[in-house]
């Protein structure tokens, strides 16, 4: 009697928790190739007040005082 119920149960509970799981991962990858030195793109993208120079959509920052801790 138990086995038969039992067998119903995960019947039903397995898709469901398969369900849950969710959607997998995405992973978008995007490369380019520029025609520039590496040190020279290092130096345009390593400071990160200058990120509005080659991000369009970043509107341009600007550091204020040299404390290390900062939000």
């Known amino acids: 009697m138990y086995q038969p119920l039992c067998t119903l149960i995960v019947l039903i ?15 978008v ?14 130096d345009l993208i ?3 007040c200058s990120i509005a120079q080659w ?7 600007r550091l204020v005082g040299l404390d290390p801790l900062r939000s």
């Not at 509970?13 to 992973?27: D, E, F, N, W």
């Not at 490369?31 to 793109?41: F, K, S």
């Not at 991000?55 to 920052?61: A, G, Q, T």
């Open 13 to 27: 509970i397995l898709p469901v928790t398969v369900l849950a799981h969710g959607p997998s991962r995405q992973k």
């Open 29 to 42: 990858t995007r490369e380019i190739t520029l025609n520039a030195p590496a040190v020279m793109v290092w």
């Open 46 to 48: 390593s400071d990160f």
């Open 55 to 61: 991000h369009p959509s970043v509107m341009p920052s």
